[in-house]
Structures are given as structure tokens and as C-alpha cells.
Nanobody
């Protein structure tokens, strides 16, 4: 069982930055695929970014060049650095973990564990 706890959300003005953190329990964190998703009001949860041991990270097109996913395996933590935020980034952001990368890594079903979410609000 893996527990995920997100932090770092908040209110920021358009153009600003935030860094989200997701602390994970478990002994094999380094082998886990770690994803960030977000869900805006009235919308479905969408994939944002993926970090995995097998290669380069992946991002949804709308955040490429603005968001960066990284991880510190020694701290069992994955981060999402969000720059140049705009109101369309307002959502609850969720951290997710999978014991292995699945073909459905862009979808919720590709992950085994989820955090409780952290609210990000970007004002115009």
C-alpha cells in the first residue's frame, strides 16, 4: 500500500508560480511511475505530467514549457513546478502512483494510488 500526500497548492496571480509536492510512503518509490492530474470544476480529471524511471517525462500539451515534473527518490517525493500560471490552470491537482508504467498512463485507470488533492487557484 502506498500513501500519497500533496502539498503546495494555493492562490496565485496570473503569471505567477507554485511548486506542488507529493510525499509517498513505501520502499520502492524509485521504481514507481508518478503522475500529476488535475480536475477543474465541472470537468473531468485530466493528465498533466508523468515521471518514470524509463525515460523522459511526459506532459499534456497545455502545460509544456511551463510545468516541470521532477522527483527526489531519496525523499520519496515528486514535485510539479508550475510557472506562468493562468486562470485555466485552476483546478484540484492530484498526485498518482503506479507500480509500473501502463499503457493507460494518460488516464486515471493507469494508476494504483492517489493522493487527496491540493487546490490551485489562479486569479486574473
Amino acid at each position: 500500500q502506498v500513501q500519497l500526500v500533496e502539498s503546495g497548492g494555493g492562490l496565485v496571480q496570473a503569471g505567477g508560480s507554485l511548486r506542488l509536492s507529493c510525499a509517498a510512503s513505501g520502499r520502492t518509490f524509485s521504481s514507481y511511475a508518478m503522475g500529476w492530474f488535475r480536475q477543474a470544476p465541472g470537468k473531468e480529471r485530466e493528465f498533466v505530467a508523468l515521471s518514470w524511471s524509463g525515460g523522459n517525462p511526459y506532459y499534456v500539451d497545455s502545460v509544456k514549457g511551463r510545468f516541470t515534473i521532477s522527483r527526489d527518490n531519496a525523499k520519496n517525493t515528486v514535485y510539479l513546478q508550475m510557472n506562468s500560471l493562468n486562470p485555466e490552470d485552476t483546478a484540484v491537482y492530484y498526485c498518482a502512483a503506479a507500480s509500473r508504467v501502463k499503457s493507460s498512463w494518460r488516464q486515471e485507470g493507469g494508476y494504483d494510488y492517489w493522493g487527496q488533492g491540493t487546490q490551485v487557484t489562479v486569479s486574473s
